[in-house]
T-cell receptor, first 110, second 115 residues
Framework: GQQLNQSPQSMFIQEGEDVSMNCTSS?????WLWYKQEPGEGPVLLIA???AGELTSNGRLTAQFGITRKDSFLNISASIPSDVGIYFCAAAGNNRKLIWGLGTSLAVNP | GAVVSQHPSWVICKSGTSVKIECRSL??????MFWYRQFPKQSLMLMATSNEGSKATYEQGVEKDKFLINHASLTLSTLTVTSAHPEDSSFYIC???????????FGPGTRLLVL
């Protein structure tokens, strides 16, 4: 099935560093979402983006809906150990079905 | 917030038995619920979409007679894995949506192990 291209696949960083990950697609979407999933848990919504060019923050997290509607990025500033987890992007088009990226696994060294 | 629960959180069963997983929206009414399956280190794979009071819509390759979905009320959907086999072992996650096009809120998942 269709999937988003999410990168990087994994990251190992030092506490305090900033993190950036992104998702791209060849298709246009109306909604971009970023979720975090911890082991054995369901995904938790971090940020939802509904408008091209929109830049939204949630604490230390910032995400943008690309102007072309084909991409989005998520930044985490000043990472802390509890940021560890897998981050997924997801996007929806007119059919409202969510298309998922393969995830970015984040490890933070205290 | 929008809270979605799943029960059970994990289940171990023998091959050939059936397993029922419940998904509940606790503080809102969900017109649509979704069922996903996730294998280790992989992304979520949509299995089916269910709207309250109507038959579920299954994704290509998902057997509707094996994965029975019932969405009897605006707060409850159930997934029954019939005649489970070891290859059905996976992490099953549901999500719920208030209205069309709105954000999906996910449950905590159910880990199924079929021996």
């Amino acid at each position: 099935g269709q999937q988003l291209n999410q990168s990087p696949q994994s990251m190992f960083i030092q506490e305090g560093e900033d993190v950036s990950m992104n998702c791209t697609s060849s298709s246009i979407f109306n909604t971009w979402l970023w979720y975090k999933q911890e082991p054995g848990e369901g995904p938790v919504l971090l940020i939802a983006l509904y408008k091209a060019g929109e830049l939204t923050s949630n604490g230390r997290l910032t995400a943008q809906f690309g102007i072309t509607r084909k991409d989005s990025f998520l930044n985490i500033s000043a990472s802390i150990p509890s940021d560890v987890g897998i981050y997924f992007c997801a996007a929806a088009g007119n059919n409202r079905k969510l298309i998922w990226g393969l995830g970015t696994s984040l490890a933070v060294n205290p | 917030g929008a809270v979605v629960s799943q029960h059970p959180s994990w289940v171990i069963c023998k091959s050939g038995t059936s397993v029922k997983i419940e998904c509940r929206s606790l503080d809102f009414q969900a017109t649509t619920m979704f069922w996903y399956r996730q294998f280790p280190k992989q992304s979520l794979m949509l299995m089916a979409t269910s709207n309250e009071g109507s038959k579920a819509t299954y994704e290509q390759g998902v057997e509707k007679d094996k994965f029975l979905i019932n969405h009897a009320s605006l707060t409850l959907s159930t997934l029954t894995v019939t005649s489970a086999h070891p290859e059905d072992s996976s992490f099953y996650i549901c999500s719920a949506q208030r209205g069309a096009g709105e954000t999906q809120y996910f449950g905590p998942g159910t880990r199924l192990l079929v021996l």
